[in-house]
């Protein structure tokens, strides 16, 4: 690291309390107190525990997301207002407090022996961020999806329905498959979010990346490394989604549609 | 025998908007009925009526004999066997135009697809279009995507067929190539409902005009009777104004 820069962090980490402080970038390569291997290998097992959790949280998010999405542009009134209700509860709510309200309150209100078995749960703090996360994701995935199922020309959905298509069926093959074109780059932030959200948490127990460079810090006291390590493997993951994205989105180009050349 | 009979057909957007008053046609097996009027006098609702894509509040609609208005469970099939034909054409983009027309074969008829794909390659060989079959609606012209949305309701055996402005979206260079296609369905004995402007194709192969304003059916004459004398005013008056284009 250039020497200047290293002189005014220094200077800023005195200024915070950490007088004296000693840079160690060979940290990293440590033990960890716990014995439970190197520092590196407990970020890595974060990056590991993020990257699960926000695919699932991912998966939950894009199943629900897209049938609420779907139901609030059905003609019937019913669906839409129940649509928009769900979105509004999942959207509104702040993701940390929804995630205390599953982890702390819902077991609460479970039957006893349910809520027993729930608490002692192993990964419950996994399953509970997978949930909470999941499902306030969806109320976002559940407007992309309608607004892109809205954007198509009002004929697309006649054109179906004139040659015998059920309302099932219309979705299915041309609804769809359209609506998901035309979202694709914003589900795609959706995602690179889901990513970030994750780390949200730690603050019911999940071992996550963000989680494992606070242990560090704590244990080791090389604050900076910590966090300079999961700031790079956090800006890494979303580099990756992001460039395994555009490739994806090339491969969807239809000819004369979605910025294809006809 | 009628094909399609539409018997005092009323119809509200919302209650202070009714669109089609009191609507009453018929449309015999093999007959040619062209609908035309003013803008948003009701005839592309009127057309949409008739296989049910509108639903209307008052009277009831016959398709070969069944009831459009009161049926509920068969309509999807009811629906295939009625063509339509859009001013935008409406080919489904992300699709291929031979699997634009092998869809609703598989899908709806239950067709296999190698009979799917058989019965497309003909109707497109029928719209000139052989060489298309594997491109994207996109990479087509207005006039040749025109063609292929025939096709996709041909495919489908249709007992009659509805178009609403079919050439109306169009350069006028490329008219005449659907309207050539549809003449020679005429020709064939195809029952037609046909919502245009296109007083040509009218006077060729219509057997009856239909003229609506204000939602209502004005007039409903015999070609020869509609273009030599119609009786109402309002037709005349919408008559002068469009052949003098
Ligand atoms: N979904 C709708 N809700 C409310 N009003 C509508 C709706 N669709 C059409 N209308 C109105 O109904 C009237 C008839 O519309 P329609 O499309 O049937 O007319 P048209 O004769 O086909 O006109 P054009 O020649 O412009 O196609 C118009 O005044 C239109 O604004
Ligand atoms: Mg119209």
């Given at each position: 690291m250039a020497q200047p820069l290293h002189g005014l962090l220094t200077r800023a980490l005195a200024a915070g309390g950490y007088v004296n402080y000693n840079w160690n970038w060979?940290?990293?390569?440590e033990q960890t107190p716990e014995a439970t291997g190197t520092y590196f290998s407990t970020l890595m097992s974060g990056l590991g525990v993020t990257i699960m959790l926000a695919l699932c949280a991912w998966t939950i998010a894009f199943v629900i997301g897209s049938f609420i999405g779907i139901i609030r542009t059905l003609p019937s009134k019913w669906p839409v207002r129940l649509g928009n209700a769900y979105i509004e509860m999942f959207r509104n709510i702040p993701l940390l407090v929804q995630l205390f309200i599953w982890f702390f309150v819902v077991p609460e209100l479970l039957p006893q022996e349910l809520g027993a078995w729930v608490k002692q749960l192993r990964n419950g703090p996994f399953y509970t961020a997978m949930i909470g996360l999941g499902l306030y994701m969806s109320s976002r995935v559940a407007t992309q999806v309608s607004a892109g199922i809205n954007s198509l020309p009002k004929g697309q959905r006649m054109a179906g329905t004139a040659i015998g298509l059920t309302t099932v069926q219309t979705y299915r093959y041309i609804l769809l498959p359209l609506a998901y074109r035309v979202i694709f780059p914003p589900l795609t932030s959706e995602f690179l979010n889901t990513i970030k959200n994750t780390a949200v948490a730690l603050t019911i127990g999940v071992l996550e990346l963000t989680a494992r460079a606070r242990s560090m810090q704590e244990f080791s006291f090389q604050v900076f490394e910590a966090f300079t390590a999961a700031t790079v493997i956090y800006l890494a993951l979303s580099a990756v989604v992001t460039i395994g994205m555009r490739y994806a989105e090339q491969r969807l180009v239809i000819p004369g549609f979605n910025g294809g050349k006809a | 025998m009628p094909m399609i009979t539409i018997d005092n057909v009323s119809k509200w957007y919302?209650?202070?908007?009714?669109?089609?008053?009191?609507c009453t046609t018929s449309v015999d097996k093999g007959e040619v009925v062209v609908v035309c009027g003013p803008s948003g006098s009701g005839k592309s609702t009127l057309i949409k009526t008739v296989n049910a894509l509108e639903p209307v509040q008052e009277g009831t609609i016959t398709v070969d004999g069944l009831s459009v208005t009161t049926m509920k469970k068969d309509l999807p099939k009811l629906r295939s066997r009625v063509g339509m034909v859009f001013q935008h054409f409406?080919?489904?983009?992300?699709?291929?135009i031979v699997e634009n027309l092998c869809l609703g074969q598989t899908?709806?008829?239950?067709?296999s697809e190698d009979s799917a794909r058989a019965k497309a390659m003909k109707m497109l060989e029928r719209v000139g279009l052989t060489a298309h079959?594997?491109?994207?609606?996109?990479?087509?012209s207005g006039g040749q995507q025109q063609r292929v949305a025939i096709a996709r309701a041909l495919v489908m055996d249709p007992i009659c067929m509805l178009f609403d402005e079919?050439?109306?979206?169009?350069?006028p260079e490329m008219i005449n190539e659907v309207l050539d296609v549809m003449v020679e369905l005429a020709k064939e004995g195809m029952t037609m409902m046909v919502v245009t402007h296109e007083m040509g194709f009218a006077k060729k192969v219509a057997n009856r005009v239909i003229f609506m304003d204000a939602g209502e059916i004005v007039e409903d004459a015999q070609k020869d009777d509609f273009f030599g004398s119609p009786r109402s005013e309002r037709a005349q008056q919408f008559l002068s104004k469009i052949l003098a284009h």
């Amino acid at each position: 690291m250039a020497q200047p820069l290293h002189g005014l962090l220094t200077r800023a980490l005195a200024a915070g309390g950490y007088v004296n402080y000693n840079w160690n970038w060979g940290i990293f390569w440590e033990q960890t107190p716990e014995a439970t291997g190197t520092y590196f290998s407990t970020l890595m097992s974060g990056l590991g525990v993020t990257i699960m959790l926000a695919l699932c949280a991912w998966t939950i998010a894009f199943v629900i997301g897209s049938f609420i999405g779907i139901i609030r542009t059905l003609p019937s009134k019913w669906p839409v207002r129940l649509g928009n209700a769900y979105i509004e509860m999942f959207r509104n709510i702040p993701l940390l407090v929804q995630l205390f309200i599953w982890f702390f309150v819902v077991p609460e209100l479970l039957p006893q022996e349910l809520g027993a078995w729930v608490k002692q749960l192993r990964n419950g703090p996994f399953y509970t961020a997978m949930i909470g996360l999941g499902l306030y994701m969806s109320s976002r995935v559940a407007t992309q999806v309608s607004a892109g199922i809205n954007s198509l020309p009002k004929g697309q959905r006649m054109a179906g329905t004139a040659i015998g298509l059920t309302t099932v069926q219309t979705y299915r093959y041309i609804l769809l498959p359209l609506a998901y074109r035309v979202i694709f780059p914003p589900l795609t932030s959706e995602f690179l979010n889901t990513i970030k959200n994750t780390a949200v948490a730690l603050t019911i127990g999940v071992l996550e990346l963000t989680a494992r460079a606070r242990s560090m810090q704590e244990f080791s006291f090389q604050v900076f490394e910590a966090f300079t390590a999961a700031t790079v493997i956090y800006l890494a993951l979303s580099a990756v989604v992001t460039i395994g994205m555009r490739y994806a989105e090339q491969r969807l180009v239809i000819p004369g549609f979605n910025g294809g050349k006809a | 025998m009628p094909m399609i009979t539409i018997d005092n057909v009323s119809k509200w957007y919302n209650p202070t908007f009714q669109v089609l008053k009191n609507c009453t046609t018929s449309v015999d097996k093999g007959e040619v009925v062209v609908v035309c009027g003013p803008s948003g006098s009701g005839k592309s609702t009127l057309i949409k009526t008739v296989n049910a894509l509108e639903p209307v509040q008052e009277g009831t609609i016959t398709v070969d004999g069944l009831s459009v208005t009161t049926m509920k469970k068969d309509l999807p099939k009811l629906r295939s066997r009625v063509g339509m034909v859009f001013q935008h054409f409406e080919l489904f983009p992300h699709l291929r135009i031979v699997e634009n027309l092998c869809l609703g074969q598989t899908k709806v008829l239950g067709r296999s697809e190698d009979s799917a794909r058989a019965k497309a390659m003909k109707m497109l060989e029928r719209v000139g279009l052989t060489a298309h079959a594997e491109k994207y609606p996109g990479q087509l012209s207005g006039g040749q995507q025109q063609r292929v949305a025939i096709a996709r309701a041909l495919v489908m055996d249709p007992i009659c067929m509805l178009f609403d402005e079919p050439t109306s979206a169009l350069d006028p260079e490329m008219i005449n190539e659907v309207l050539d296609v549809m003449v020679e369905l005429a020709k064939e004995g195809m029952t037609m409902m046909v919502v245009t402007h296109e007083m040509g194709f009218a006077k060729k192969v219509a057997n009856r005009v239909i003229f609506m304003d204000a939602g209502e059916i004005v007039e409903d004459a015999q070609k020869d009777d509609f273009f030599g004398s119609p009786r109402s005013e309002r037709a005349q008056q919408f008559l002068s104004k469009i052949l003098a284009h």
